[in-house]
């Protein structure tokens, strides 16, 4: 299985989304997005560095593997990885990104599994109460 993210301000909504995938897997690989294309698809830097991030989400224990998530086409993600599914909160399902998603990975044999969204808490919501943008 495959979890891309930003993982920003890790909070329990990141911490929800990897426990859900790995419970419907047999390894779990973490796609961390690299500081610049998170910047360029969220119009603002991520608060903490790539590297920080991927040692965050690679401490926790059902974790198998981190990579850094280089593209917003997943299919470069499935290439480098080789999953058998994605794993995204359910925000994504029935939109367009996420009928692009799904058609790319059908393309290639993955499948696109949506999972709770945890919509009371957001790395967005956390940077505004701390006072950054």
Do not use: N
Not at 9 to 15: A, C, I, T
Not at 34 to 42: K, P, S
Not at 98 to 119: F, K
């Amino acid at each position: 299985g495959y979890v891309p993210g930003a993982y920003d301000v890790f909070h329990v909504g990141h911490l929800r989304i990897l426990e859900r995938s790995r419970r419907q897997c047999d390894r779990l690989v973490v796609g961390v997005v690299g500081d610049q294309l998170a910047a360029e698809t969220r119009g603002e830097p991520p608060a903490v560095p790539l590297a920080e991030r991927m040692a965050i989400v690679a401490a926790l224990p059902w974790v198998h593997d981190v990579v850094e998530d280089v593209s917003p086409d997943k299919s470069v993600a499935w290439r480098r990885v080789g999953f058998d599914v994605l794993f995204k909160g359910d925000d994504w399902r029935g939109t367009e990104r996420g009928d692009r998603l799904e058609s790319a990975m059908a393309r290639v044999g993955a499948r696109v599994v949506y999972l709770p969204y945890t919509r009371e808490i957001s790395s967005s919501s956390l940077r505004a109460g701390l006072g950054a943008s």
